[in-house]
């Protein structure tokens, strides 16, 4: 693999003083694989270099990822200390203003990170946060395992759909081949399974949903799904469980650029991105604050829904045109 020894070296340094300890590892909110994957695997290997480590997301996490994240509640309690994130790209994605001017360490692979610490590294050309988790952990020395395996496996498939993102490159192969060494058997496949090849019948109720009520504008070109708390209330589906419309509504032909608004308050809404090579999903939802990578990005607008559509729809059709 590609190995940036260099550019690691003043983390590396920080994170084999001594002092360096009680530490918490945090993710963003509305975690995804590679949040949880680089968040535990990270706070793991720390365990194992004789640190007390341990994850934080502020939201909950999804029973897909039980694989990773049981045993956490377990660990001995601590006051944390010193503070690292991973996979967060700004401080509001921490969803709690707890780590202000307190964290040591910030581990991203979004271009754009304005989350402020005294060590940073931050490689776009990673697709995911685990592969740098990795890299660090190697670097450290700390001794691969099959619960290693697994975290950072979840963490690279994630981010690049399971390899089909055109994110993916040949790091990030080289990394599962890597961490396929130590996997137990079967391991990959299970997880596979678990993320990308299976659906409970209320998922797939859901994403039937998200197909019928989809508006397609621009010729076709943009997808749009609106979902309110009415709306979820009466699917009866907390917000965590409409990650997948995203994806269902971006595979229909012709589709550029996909959209989905959740409503999380009264007056906010979240707003995820996904795009085709053609339109830049980062930039454009930088315009209102978000951030993400070119092919899948976020942010967060407030109310009411019909002017966080304009605002939405004026600038997409600005683009496409």
Not at 184 to 206: A, H, M, Q, V, W
């Amino acid at each position: 693999m590609n190995q940036k020894p260099m550019k690691l070296e003043p983390i590396l340094n920080r994170i084999r003083e001594p002092e360096f300890d009680e530490i918490i590892v945090a993710c963003h909110q509305n975690p995804d694989g590679d949040a949880v994957g680089s968040a535990y695997g990270l706070a793991y290997g720390l365990r194992k270099m004789g640190k007390k480590a341990r994850a934080f997301c502020k939201d909950p996490i999804g029973a897909d990822f039980a694989y990773i994240t049981a045993g956490e509640d377990e660990l001995c309690p601590f006051s944390a200390r010193h503070f690292i994130t991973v996979d967060v790209a700004s401080p509001e994605l921490l969803g709690t203003a707890d780590f202000d001017g307190r964290i040591d360490i910030a581990i991203d692979h979004h271009r754009v990170n304005s989350v402020s610490a005294p060590l940073k590294f931050v490689d776009a050309e990673s697709a995911s946060c685990g592969e740098i988790v990795l890299e660090l952990l190697r670097a450290l020395g700390v001794e691969m395992d099959a619960y290693l395996a697994s975290a950072l496996y979840t963490a690279v498939a994630t981010d690049t759909g399971c390899f089909r993102y055109s994110n993916t490159n040949e790091n990030t192969f080289l990394a599962a081949a890597f961490l396929s060494r130590f996997a137990g058997k079967g391991d990959f496949y299970r997880i596979n399974k678990c993320l990308f090849e299976t659906k409970s019948k209320k998922k797939l109720g859901l994403e039937a949903w998200a197909i019928e009520n989809v508006q397609l504008e621009n010729g076709g070109r943009a997808a749009y799904l609106a979902v309110t708390l009415q709306d979820m209330a009466g699917l009866n589906a907390a917000l965590p469980e409409l990650d997948g419309m995203i994806n269902v509504i971006r595979q229909i032909e012709g589709v550029e650029v996909a959209v989905v608004i959740k409503q999380k308050e009264e007056n906010l809404f979240k707003v995820s991105v996904r795009s085709e090579e053609s339109f830049d999903a980062a930039s454009f939802c930088a315009v209102f604050g978000g951030g993400g990578h070119k092919a899948a990005a976020g942010c967060s607008l407030p109310g009411p829904l019909a002017d966080t559509r304009q605002k939405l729809r004026a600038e997409i059709t600005r683009r496409l045109s």
